[in-house]
C-alpha cells in the first residue's frame, strides 16, 4: 500500500470525513479522461485494435515511470467504449494492489480462432509498438485476458524481438508462468487466511466452499489447503453440479483438481459416492469461507439473503453486485473485494516488468516466480489487514474501503 493511503489511516479520521473525502475523491475520478485511447486499423487485413491508458498517476516515482498496465482482450464485438471501462477499472485494481503502476488495455476486434489471427496479431503489436513503455511510451505492454493463448505471447515477442512487451510468459521467456503457478489463486488464499486470522480464529478451524474449478478455483483449493484450511464443498458444471465431503476433499480428488484433470476429478467423486447438489447450492452452504470463483453477479439482490457463510472473498470478477456487498455488510458477512483478494496477477505482471534476468537463469533459479509469489503474498496480507482496520474502525463496508485506497492511491500522488 502506498505511504499516502497509510498516513491517512494513521490520522484515525471520523466517518464524516472519511465520506466527504470519498466523495471528493470519487468526483475526480469520475471527471478524469484517459491519458491514451488509440485505435489502429489494417484495411488490407480487415484488422481494427484498441489501446487504452486510463490513467498513470499511481505509477509516478516508480521503476517504470508513467506506465499504464492490463490484459490483451480478443473478441469480435469489443469496442473503444468498453475497452475505456476495463482500462478504468484496471487503474482502479492497480491502484488498490498498492503498485506504483497505471491502468490500461488493449483488444483486438477479431475471431483468435480464424485462420488468419496469426497475421492479425502481429501486424497489432506492431502498430502499436512505438506507446510500449520500452519505446518511450506510457503503455505496459500484451497480457492475457478473454480470448487469450500462450502461443500469443510467443508471436507478440518474436514480432517486436522483446520479451518485456507481455506478462504472463512460460519461464523460458523470462516470465512467471502464473496460470500454471495459480498466482491469482494464490492471492485470494492469502486474501482468506489474512480475514481468518485477523477476525481471531486459524485457517486450520475453517471451512470453505470454492464455486468453478477452473485455473483460479483450482489454485484457490490448492494454497487454502496448503495454508491448512478445508474445503468441504465444490462445484463445476465440468463435474456435474455442487458435492460435499465432511471431511475435507480426499487427497487424490484434491491433486487432480489441482492439475486441471476435471474428468478424472468427477469419476472418482462419483465412485466416492459423495453427496450431490444443484450446482448454484455451492453458494448457500453453512461454511466459514466461501470463494466464488467463476462468473460475474453470481450474488446478487435476489439471492444474497441465502448466503450464511462467514467470509466471502472475491476471486472472479465482480461475482457480487454492489447492492449485494451492502447487503452482506448489514448480515455482518466480512467480504474482501475482488479487485484486493485477486491481484496476483497483476502483481506478477509487474514483477516481469521490472526483472533485470536472463530468461536463460530465470530457467534455472525460478527467480520470477519465487518473487511475484513473494509479492503477492506480502502485498495482498497487508493491505487486507489495513483495508480491514479501516472498515472496522469506521463500520463500513469493506468494499468501499477499497475503493477509497484505489482512488487515494491514484490522486494523492499528484
Known amino acids: 500500500m502506498s505511504k499516502n493511503t497509510s498516513s491517512t489511516m494513521d490520522l484515525g479520521m471520523s466517518l464524516k470525513e472519511f465520506e466527504a473525502e470519498l466523495e471528493r475523491l470519487e468526483s475526480a475520478f469520475e471527471n478524469m479522461p484517459p491519458e491514451l485511447e488509440l485505435t489502429v486499423r489494417d484495411p488490407e487485413l480487415d484488422l481494427e485494435g484498441y489501446v487504452v491508458v486510463f490513467n498513470t498517476l499511481a505509477s509516478l516515482g516508480g521503476p517504470l515511470g508513467r506506465c499504464g498496465k492490463g490484459g490483451t482482450r480478443i473478441s469480435k464485438s469489443v469496442e473503444l467504449s468498453e475497452v475505456v471501462m476495463l482500462a478504468r477499472s484496471m487503474t482502479l485494481k492497480n491502484a488498490a494492489a498498492g503498485l506504483p503502476l497505471g491502468g490500461a488495455k488493449s483488444a483486438i476486434k477479431a475471431d483468435p480462432n480464424e485462420p488468419d489471427f496469426e497475421r492479425k496479431y502481429r501486424r497489432f503489436v506492431s502498430l502499436v509498438k512505438p506507446i510500449l513503455v520500452e519505446n518511450g511510451g506510457i503503455f505496459g505492454g500484451f497480457g492475457f485476458d478473454i480470448g487469450a493463448s500462450p502461443k500469443h505471447a510467443i508471436w507478440a515477442c518474436d514480432e517486436l524481438q522483446s520479451k518485456r512487451c507481455f506478462t504472463g510468459k512460460p519461464l523460458n521467456m523470462g516470465g512467471t508462468d502464473y496460470d500454471k503457478e495459480g498466482i491469482a489463486g494464490l492471492g485470494v488464499a492469502i486474501a482468506a487466511k489474512t480475514a481468518v486470522e485477523f477476525s481471531g480464529k486459524s485457517l486450520s478451524e475453517v471451512t470453505a466452499a470454492v464455486q468453478g474449478l477452473g485455473a483460479m478455483g483450482a489454485a484457490v483449493v490448492r494454497y487454502f489447503t496448503e495454508f491448512g484450511g478445508t474445503v468441504t464443498f465444490i462445484a463445476d458444471p465440468l463435474i456435474g453440479g455442487t458435492y460435499h465431503f465432511p471431511e475435507g476433499l480426499p487427497t487424490e480428488?484434491?491433486?487432480?483438481?489441482?492439475?486441471?484433470?476435471?474428468?478424472?476429478?468427477?469419476?472418482?467423486?462419483?465412485?466416492?459416492?459423495?453427496?450431490k447438489l444443484s450446482l448454484d447450492e455451492v453458494l448457500y452452504q453453512k461454511v466459514d469461507v466461501l470463494f466464488p470463483c467463476a462468473?460475474?453477479?453470481?450474488?446478487?439482490?435476489?439471492?444474497?439473503?441465502?448466503?450464511?457463510?462467514?467470509?466471502?472473498?472475491?476471486?472472479?470478477?465482480?461475482?457480487?453486485?454492489?447492492?449485494?456487498?451492502?447487503?452482506?455488510?448489514?448480515?455482518?458477512?466480512?467480504?474482501?473485494?475482488?479487485?484486493?483478494?485477486?491481484?496476483?496477477?497483476?502483481?506478477?505482471?509487474?514483477?516481469?516488468?521490472?526483472?533485470?534476468?536472463?530468461?536463460?537463469?530465470?530457467?534455472?533459479?525460478?527467480?520470477?516466480?519465487?518473487?511475484?509469489?513473494?509479492?503477492?503474498?506480502?502485498?495482498?496480507?497487508?493491505?487486507?489487514?489495513?483495508?480491514?482496520?479501516?472498515?472496522?474502525?469506521?463500520?463500513?463496508?469493506?468494499?468501499?474501503?477499497?475503493?477509497?485506497?484505489?482512488?487515494?492511491?491514484?490522486?494523492?500522488?499528484?
Open 295 to 414: 462468473f460475474q453477479n453470481v450474488i446478487n439482490a435476489d439471492n444474497v439473503d441465502r448466503i450464511v457463510s462467514k467470509f466471502v472473498i472475491e476471486a472472479a470478477n465482480n461475482p457480487c453486485s454492489e447492492e449485494a456487498r451492502t447487503r452482506l455488510f448489514e448480515k455482518k458477512i466480512t467480504l474482501v473485494p475482488d479487485f484486493i483478494a485477486n491481484s496476483g496477477g497483476i502483481m506478477a505482471a509487474y514483477v516481469e516488468m521490472i526483472s533485470t534476468i536472463s530468461p536463460e537463469e530465470n530457467v534455472i533459479t525460478r527467480k520470477n516466480v519465487t518473487d511475484s509469489k513473494t509479492l503477492t503474498e506480502n502485498k495482498i496480507a497487508a493491505n487486507v489487514k489495513n483495508l480491514l482496520e479501516l472498515a472496522k474502525s469506521l463500520d463500513i463496508a469493506p468494499a468501499r474501503v477499497g475503493r477509497f485506497i484505489a482512488l487515494t492511491n491514484i490522486l494523492n500522488r499528484r
Open 253 to 275: 480428488i484434491r491433486e487432480r483438481i489441482v492439475g486441471f484433470d476435471l474428468p478424472t476429478a468427477k469419476r472418482l467423486i462419483t465412485e466416492g459416492g459423495f453427496k
